[in-house]
């Protein structure tokens, strides 16, 4: 069973809109991390939360909000849409926030903005 | 500029043979260096760690990677593939401080194994 469950695993969205990725994991793990790949660019890390608290924001844009509802959940809110946008989007999570640890990784959101 | 190269896109070894992929990176300390790997349609999955002791480190399937400080690599081996070793494999590394738990990718390279 998938110990980190991402929903949906594809997403079509329009131009403009807003959609709510969800992540939640099932690792007892503090530390909750969003990824994204897409075709152009390499793996790139997003944010990083410990205890539900922002640890580490690489995103320029305030269009990406990550929400910590819950220890076990991080969604990713991501508002006004662009087709730049598209991409598959991980969710991860580790013990701890520390250089050392393993990230588990989602399966991901693979979300296209036409 | 703080990098990790993957140099080949794409590798294409046949069943049994031996591999080598191949991960240099540039970061001013030697950081947390990651082997993951990942399956279609899945998520990444760690094969690999180092920061220090043997340069030569084992992981899960077979696999190991040696880190040389000198040459700021980190490469990835394996003595004889399977065709279920066809993935994307990423080098990462991690350098801590204020960037405490970001991984930085390299871009991925694509294992083929022909049967």
């Known amino acids: 069973d998938p110990k980190i469950i991402q929903k949906p695993k594809y997403l079509v969205a329009v131009t403009g809109s807003e959609k709510i990725l969800i992540c939640e994991q099932y690792?007892?793990?503090?530390?909750m991390y969003w990824y994204r790949q897409s075709a152009k660019k390499p793996l790139e890390f997003m944010f990083s939360?410990?205890?539900?608290?922002?640890?580490d924001n690489q995103t320029a844009s305030s269009r990406f909000q990550p929400q910590s509802s819950k220890k076990n959940h991080l969604d990713l809110q991501i508002t006004a849409l662009k087709p730049d946008d598209s991409a598959t989007y991980f969710c991860?999570?580790?013990?701890?926030?520390?250089?050392?640890?393993?990230?588990?990784f989602g399966a991901g959101t693979r979300l296209s903005v036409l | 500029a703080q990098s990790v190269t993957q140099p080949d896109a794409r590798v294409t070894v046949s069943e049994g043979a031996s591999l080598q992929l191949r991960c240099k990176y540039s970061?001013?300390?030697?950081?947390?260096l990651f082997w993951y790997v990942q399956y279609p349609r899945q998520g990444l999955q760690m094969l690999l760690k180092y920061y220090s002791g043997d340069p030569v480190v084992q992981g899960v399937n077979g696999f190991e990677a040696e880190f040389s400080k000198s040459d700021s690599s980190f490469h990835l081996r394996k003595a004889s593939v399977h065709w279920s070793d066809s993935a994307v494999y990423f080098c990462a590394v991690s350098v801590g401080g204020s960037a405490l738990g970001r991984l930085h990718f390299g871009a991925g390279t694509q294992l083929i194994v022909i049967p």
């Open positions: 991860a999570s580790s013990q701890d926030r520390g250089s050392q640890n393993t990230l588990y």
């Open positions: 970061y001013s300390a030697t950081p947390y």
């Open positions: 690792l007892g793990h503090n530390a």
């Open positions: 939360y410990s205890y539900q608290k922002l640890m």
